[in-house]
């Protein structure tokens, strides 16, 4: 009787032992599962601050006017443009002098419409207009900086021709094309330039301009 009893005994402290490890398993469990829990709640309300991976680059000025220069021809004497715009050495118009002037990029009463103009003279209207239409395309499309060096290159002899333009005009390439606003990279100039050779009279240059974004010459 006193043995069974001593089993007795021991299988209930067994029992006991056993239930109470099972319990305290689950709690640990528990409370593991509320802590993460928590942390969840704690941490999925906050955004992470956007940070812009991409490089910015300067524009391949060098490019930009060989390339200009290739298409625009000199003349020393004003002469009308295919579109009948009265030009004189690197296609600069009277329009293009005034602005020049205007903006101080650089004093232009030097000359006189009409008369002959040196080519040295010529080059720097030329480059002057370049960082004219430069800094008004980074304000009006300001992915143009992410661009390649040479991609904007060819953005600049783009609207060195076409103009920059305006949406609510819809003139020059951002009146047409008013996406490039919102974004533009190397392929998507690249795209719309062989589309535009195509749709264009000027199609010897468009496919220059997009050569020269994938690096042939």
């Known amino acids: 009787m006193k043995t069974n009893n001593k089993i007795t005994i021991i299988a209930t402290g067994f ?10 398993k689950s709690f640990t469990a528990s409370s593991n599962e509320a802590s993460n829990g928590t942390l969840v709640l704690d941490t999925c309300g906050i955004e992470e601050p956007y940070v812009e991976t991409r490089s910015s680059h300067k524009l391949d000025k060098a490019a930009a006017i060989q390339l200009i220069k ?31 002037h205007r903006q101080k990029y650089v004093d232009t009463t030097f000359y006189v419409w009409g008369h002959h103009l040196e080519k040295a003279d010529a080059d720097v209207l030329l480059s002057k207009t370049i960082d004219m239409i430069y800094k008004m395309s980074l304000k009006n499309v300001p992915d143009l900086k992410y661009l390649s060096p040479k991609a904007q290159a060819a953005f600049i002899s783009w609207a060195y021709q076409c103009g920059i333009g305006s949406v609510k005009a819809k003139t020059g390439i951002i009146g047409v094309f ?30 220059k301009e997009a050569a020269l974004i994938i690096g042939i010459k």
């Open 15 to 24: 029992a006991i032992y056993i239930a109470t490890i099972f319990f305290v």
């Open 70 to 100: 290739a298409f625009e021809g000199f003349s020393d004497s004003v002469y009308k443009c295919p579109s009948g715009v009265p030009t004189v050495g690197w296609g600069t118009t009277k329009t293009c002098l005034t602005e020049l």
């Open 178 to 207: 008013p996406d490039i606003i919102d974004h533009i990279d190397d392929k998507m100039l690249y795209d719309i330039l062989v589309e535009r050779a195509y749709y264009s009279k000027y199609k010897a240059r468009r496919l």
